[in-house]
């Protein structure tokens, strides 16, 4: 199992992106959560093992069809041992 908190930069609000996200995290096993950073990013903590956090971050190189992505940061953190995945909505 893998922890990465993962920054997406570009139009990534208003396109559906955390909706989207949290389909793909759950067909691939992803747990974690999603949510819009005030500056305009998107912030996913995600879990995984090795295969679905590779397809997930590819897919979060891509969004969703309206999506924009100029960016993607990541960084491998702690693992939490989320139980599902959330979106998380201010």
């Not at 067909?27 to 090795?50: T, Y």
Request: glycine share 8%.
């Amino acid at each position: 199992m893998t922890h990465l908190d993962i920054t997406i930069k570009g139009n990534v609000q208003g396109v559906s992106y955390r909706a989207a996200t949290k389909a793909v995290a759950d067909q691939l096993g992803v747990k974690g959560f999603v949510r819009n950073e005030p500056n305009g990013d998107v912030f996913v903590a995600a879990e995984g093992d090795r295969f679905a956090m590779e397809m997930f971050l590819e897919w979060c190189h891509e969004g969703p069809e309206h999506a924009e992505v100029n960016h993607v940061e990541t960084h491998e953190g702690e693992l939490k041992n989320y139980r599902n995945f959330e979106v998380v909505r201010k």
